[in-house]
């Protein structure tokens, strides 16, 4: 039996087995990095944010897991921009270096099958897909339990609560 006729197909099927893996890795990384970006899509369910997230991929399909990422993500870290009828909302994490100092807690938040997905109610499988340089660019509305996840954050001590005052 030659082996050596088969290594080339060995060795594509195993960088097709792991691109995936890897592309996954890319994309947590553009979130952590705040390549994404994040709007008042309406005006939400009491105790929710819809918002429209634009994400950032090499890959030509859409990842609704991703765009769940990006939505709390960003209410957590960056806020939420406004538009007409639409209120912008602040960042829950008021101090920037918080995201930095609680990096080990938010990296398991936001893990493969992390707490994050507590707060991602539903992610619309309408999408909008605009090719960019090199890239594609994905916009999805996520509703976000903003008061849940508000909640949440304040009882592990990750953000102060409202209450505590300035």
Known sequence: MKISGYLPA???????????????????????NYRYEIECAATGVE?????????????????PVQAGKNAVHGVIFKGVSGRQGCPSQPPLASDPSVREAKQDYFKKFFADQGDYGKYVLSVS???????????WKFRATVQVAKDQLRKDLEAAGIIRGLASGF
């Open 125 to 135: 499988t309408t999408v909008d897909r605009v090719k960019i340089k090199g890239s």
């Open 47 to 63: 105790g929710t944010y819809a918002v429209n997230v634009w994400s950032y991929s090499k890959s030509k399909k859409f990842d």
């Open 10 to 32: 060995i060795a594509l099927a195993g960088a097709l087995l792991f691109q995936p893996a890897f592309a996954k890795k890319k994309n947590d990384k553009d979130t952590w």
